[in-house]
């Protein structure tokens, strides 16, 4: 049976099918669904680890004890996971070992655009990339398959036009794969250098094993059409050539690395002009050129952002594909862009339009909490990747002794378990004075409100022990934690000023769940009109339940969600919960 | 060259656009028909831009859609049809709510919220750059049903009409995507934004 499904359900469906015992990631768009998903099988049991690299080492554990695994990640995530992997690479597995990355050609939802083949080269270890779902199901199949026949971890590289589109997939039936015995064999798995030496012997040979295999397999297909162009793709890309020149002689390459040199030069011999099409990196290019084939590829398509098929038309046909006139909305002015923001009754809120008002230096994190940076609030310095809001911010106050006193963190509960700790544990050591903001809004909400160990639940439900983030900072050496309500507003203020300046690390737990979390009936918030003098100081807010119309200020009641932020913003007392007008 | 058809759906986070293309893809599906359906996740759901893009008939293959090349364009707020109009071939078909959503740059005056966006669409389709414009207030349409949450599927009752689809077809998809307690409601609306043109 047909059916439509992403490529993310796709990569879940394949990984059940193939008799996958075990799966673990931490979430991370475009990949967050692939687990959601695989944690609805119950014959696989699926977990949301603290961190990538966690991940990845407990998968590591579960396919050296025999079992079926596969591990999730964005791409990002890979940089967080690259030490297992690199040494990984040395072990080899017992059960198959899938490792997902999802990388984000035009960033979509990432803080970067990092091309994740290179990681395939620089680990040394297989990669696949599908072009819709029904390769995404079919490639994990072939990739833990791969996996057991050349002991080696496998990578399969999905991205965001991947793992969010969907496409007709036919479905079959699980087939159970048992766990293969466990035998301990240290020489194998202990890498240490008397070990490693011979492993990496073993890596290099089963690379031109897997380069024979690259010749050979399926995943990589000759499509002869006319042939005066002829083009190398994988992925979406492939999607994408077909679109703009359905003419043309086309290589798949389903196995990105290592490439198939034979097929390579069959098919440059087949056609007159060659053409390398590929989003990021000139990886193809690079290693095609090598092997003394001329081919186009980077001198024509961009190395950032997404390549489509107008432009592959234009520049490989020498026309756009449609020629039409745009439909222009206004020809004078842009139409006013709609940014994400925070939602109504969000907890981040009022902690950034404190930070803002204190004029601190506030060393950021991702998170939701990002969107702290945004108009009107705009108060973060700066923001690197998970966990660099603790660190950097020891660093600001190192690297100028004139911000001391000054630099906020602010780091979130997923993210201070995904990597904060430790860079909280490097302030206490140091000596550091950061004042640490923990916006524990008791969930992991950007990636869509996934569970973590501050939460009591399990991706698949099951109650656990629910960390104490208080009790882990003050274990952590930080002598000064207080917790503080984020909707209290004068708490909050006094607590943050009295804590920047602390002559020592200082910790602030601001608490509140979620606000898209809380399904309890709601009282917007209204204004008196008598008592508004239109000053808009509310409208530094940034909440988009407020609005100013001419003179006045307006709620819109159904988005607002009566956080009564506002209302103790408010210096003239006209905001007031509804309700509560006559109190 | 197989005719495809090419839909770009898009509104505000919230505004339940996937739903939307999810019933659309049901009824596609239940026509045998090949189909990719493409979404932005992510940043986007808070309270952002939403776009998702629908292409359908005997093969696909791009998932998403370029500019001028849309056949229909729903969008379930006016700034966001006027934004993503661009896609829109010359000639095609935008069905679109005008409802208005203040984005934050207008709601901190940063920026103005466009005052003549309906008169400005009603022109292009005077001079036949729109081939077909239909436009309801699909909010206003779902709270008469009693359910503003089923905009979405108000306004879907519109490109219902326009598609070559029967309508009942939409009704066995809305059955199959929509909860069974939403459902009641939902139809209403449907029908509703179906005769509402
Ligand atoms: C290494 C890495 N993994 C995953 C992500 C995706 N991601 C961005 S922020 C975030 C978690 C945010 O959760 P939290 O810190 O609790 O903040 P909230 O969004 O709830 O405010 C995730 C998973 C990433 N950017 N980098």
Same mark, same amino acid.
């Given at each position: ?65 025999? @079992? ?12 967080? +996971? ?21 990388? %984000? ?17 620089? +680990? ?110 994988? *992925? ?32 440059? @011999? ?10 990021? %990196? ?39 594909? &449609? ?6 909305? %206004? ?83 997923? &993210? ?37 160990? *501050?939460?009591?639940? &399990? ?8 960390? %104490? ?115 | 060259?197989? $005719?495809?058809?090419?839909? #770009? ?12 293309? $999810? ?36 093969? #696909?293959?791009? =998932? ?13 707020? $006016? ?15 935008? #069905? ?5 959503? $203040? =984005? ?94």
């Amino acid at each position: 049976m047909k059916k439509l499904l992403s490529g993310n359900e796709a990569i879940a469906r394949g990984a059940y099918e193939a008799g996958v015992h075990f799966a673990a990631a931490y979430p991370g768009t475009p990949s967050t669904e692939i687990l959601e998903n695989l944690a609805a099988y119950e014959e696989i049991e699926a977990q949301w680890s603290t961190n990538e690299k966690v991940a990845l080492e407990v998968g590591i554990g579960a396919a050296l004890a025999g @079992a079926r695994v596969l591990v999730a990640m964005k791409h990002v995530g890979l940089n967080v +996971a690259a030490d297992p992997l690199m040494t990984f690479s040395y072990l080899g597995v017992n059960g198959g070992f899938l490792l997902v990355t999802a990388d %984000d050609p035009g960033m979509h939802s990432s803080q970067n655009e990092q091309d994740s083949r290179q990681y395939a080269r620089f +680990a040394k270890l297989p990669m696949l990339e599908p072009s819709d779902s029904q390769e995404a199901k079919d490639f994990v199949q072939e990739a833990l398959r791969v996996s057991e026949e050349f002991d080696t971890p496998v990578l399969l590289r999905s991205s965001t036009r991947i793992s969010h589109a969907q496409s007709l997939v036919e479905v079959g039936e699980r087939r159970e794969v048992s766990i293969r015995p466990y035998s301990k064999d240290a020489a194998k798995r202990v890498a240490m250098p008397a070990n490693s030496r011979r492993r990496h012997v073993v890596v290099e040979e089963r690379l031109q094993r897997l380069r024979q295999y690259a010749e050979e397999t399926a995943l990589n297909r000759l499509e002869w059409r006319r042939r005066e162009i002829g083009v190398i793709c994988a *992925g979406i890309s492939y999607q994408q050539v077909r679109e703009a020149l359905p003419e043309a002689s086309i290589l798949k390459l389903g196995l990105v690395y290592p490439l198939p040199v034979q097929l390579l030069q069959e098919f440059a @011999a087949g056609v007159d002009k060659l053409y390398v099409v590929e989003e990021l %990196d000139p990886f193809f290019e690079k290693q095609i050129k090598a092997l003394g084939i001329a081919v186009k590829g980077k001198e024509l398509f961009p190395l950032t952002g997404e390549i489509f098929p107008n432009l592959i038309a234009e520049k490989i046909l020498g026309k756009p594909l &449609t020629v039409p006139p745009v439909i222009k909305a %206004d020809s004078e002015e842009p139409p006013p862009v709609r940014p994400p923001v925070l939602c109504p009754g969000c907890p981040h809120r009022s902690v950034f339009y404190l930070l803002r008002k204190q004029k601190l230096l506030v060393s950021g994190d991702i998170g939701c909490y990002t969107l702290g940076a945004s108009a009107p609030l705009e108060a973060m310095d700066s923001c690197i990747c998970m966990g660099a809001g603790i660190s950097a911010g020891l660093g600001y106050e190192k690297g100028n002794p004139e911000l001391k006193g000054k630099v906020v963190s602010v780091i979130g509960d997923s &993210t201070f378990f995904h990597s904060g700790m430790t860079g909280l544990a490097d302030v206490v050591y140091n000596r550091g004075t950061t004042l640490t903001l923990i916006l524990d809004n008791r969930i992991t909400a950007m990636t869509g409100h996934q569970d973590h160990p *501050g939460t009591g639940r &399990t991706l698949q439900g099951q109650p656990t022990v629910a960390l %104490d983030i208080g009790a882990i900072c003050r274990a952590l050496g930080v002598q000064r934690v207080q917790e503080v309500d984020a909707y209290d507003l004068a708490a909050l203020e006094a607590v943050i000023r009295e804590e920047a300046a602390a002559p020592e690390p200082s910790v602030v737990i601001v608490r509140r769940a979620c606000a898209l979390l809380d399904k309890s009936a709601k009282t917007a918030c209204c204004i008196d009109e008598e008592q508004c003098s239109g000053c808009g100081l509310c409208m530094q807010l940034g909440c988009p339940a407020l609005a100013r119309e001419g003179r006045r200020i307006v709620i819109d009641a159904a988005l607002c969600v009566g956080c009564g932020v506002c209302v103790q913003v408010c210096k003239f007392g006209a905001i007031m919960k509804a309700g509560e007008e006559d109190a | 060259m197989p $005719k495809t058809t090419s839909i #770009v759906m898009g509104g505000v986070g919230g505004q339940g656009i996937v739903l939307a293309s $999810k019933i659309l893809a049901q009824v596609i599906q239940d026509h045998q028909l090949e189909l990719k359906v493409s979404e932005i996740h992510g940043m986007a759901q808070r309270g952002g831009s939403v776009l998702t893009f629908v292409r359908y008939g005997t093969a #696909v293959h791009a =998932p998403l859609i370029e500019q001028r090349q849309a056949d229909y364009l729903f969008a379930l707020e $006016k700034l966001e049809a006027w934004r993503l109009l661009p896609y829109l071939r010359t000639g095609g078909t935008l #069905v679109c709510s005008t409802q208005e959503i $203040k =984005p934050m740059p207008v709601i901190i005056g940063q920026q103005q919220y466009p005052p003549q966006i309906i008169p400005a669409l009603e022109a292009l389709a005077a001079d036949g750059t729109l081939g077909n414009f239909l436009a309801i207030n699909a909010l206003e349409v779902a709270c008469a049903c009693g359910q503003p949450k089923a905009a979405n599927v108000a306004l879907l009752g519109v490109l219902a009409r326009t598609l070559e689809f029967p309508v009942d077809s939409f009704l066995h998809a809305l059955a199959a995507v929509v909860p069974e307690r939403f459902l009641a409601a939902n139809r209403e609306a449907f029908l509703a934004g179906f005769h509402a043109v």
